[in-house]
């Protein structure tokens, strides 16, 4: 599995964030929930995922 990149999470990553400010990261769904809120990011499900980020 792929962990989350958010410092000190090490749940399972189950979205990739492209975020205009910096590079791509994977990271989990609560963190994915917080950091998709912000202007210009895009929240892509990674494979196997879809159903975990609607
Ligand atoms: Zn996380």
């Known amino acids: 599995m792929v962990e989350c990149a ?4 090490g749940a399972e990553a189950v979205v990739e964030l492209h975020v205009p400010w910096g590079a791509n990261r994977r990271v989990c769904a609560g963190h994915a929930r917080v950091i998709a809120r912000q202007d210009g990011v895009v929240a892509d499900p990674l494979e196997g995922h879809d159903e975990e980020w609607p």
């Open 6 to 9: 958010e410092d000190g999470c």
